[in-house]
Structures are given as C-alpha cells and as structure tokens.
C-alpha cells in the first residue's frame, strides 16, 4: 500500500459591480492538473452583466491571470520550469 496525497488550491472571485456581485469564478487547482484548470463561471447578475461586458470581462480575464499565476507556482514547486 503506498499513500498518494494531492495538493490544491482553491482560488473564488466576485466581479462587483457597486456592491451587486455579477458574477462568481471558482477554479480548483491541483498539483496534478495545474495547466490544465476549469474555470467554473456563474453570472449572477443578467442585466448588470450585459449593462457592464466590458469591466465584467476584464474581471474575468484578471481571474484567468490568478488562476494562470498560480498555476505557474505549482509546477515551479513541483521543480518543472
């Protein structure tokens, strides 16, 4: 028998709009799939969401960067860049 362990991070964001949460992001990263993360995305908000594409957008893709930097930790951990 042999023990395997799996590290992860979980990584939650809010795009806001005032104090209106528009849109909710979660991502799981683990050790084993960093690189390869699904980025689970939920618009709360419908009518804020398309009266505002451009600052949710650029919420999206600053998760993105998040979820791409810490992924790039992982594998730097892991001794593979």
Avoid: P
Wanted: aromatic letters at 4%; proline letters at 0%; a negative charge.
């Amino acid at each position: 028998m042999m023990l395997k362990t799996t590290k992860s991070t979980t990584l939650t964001g809010q795009s806001m709009i005032g104090e209106q949460q528009v849109i909710y992001l979660s991502a799981n990263i683990t050790n084993e799939s960093a690189g390869n993360t699904t980025i689970n995305q939920s618009i709360q908000n419908d009518t804020l969401y398309k009266a505002n594409l451009t600052e949710c957008r650029a919420d999206v893709q600053a998760f993105q960067a998040a979820v791409w930097a810490t992924e790039d930790a992982m594998i730097a951990e892991q001794g593979h860049a």
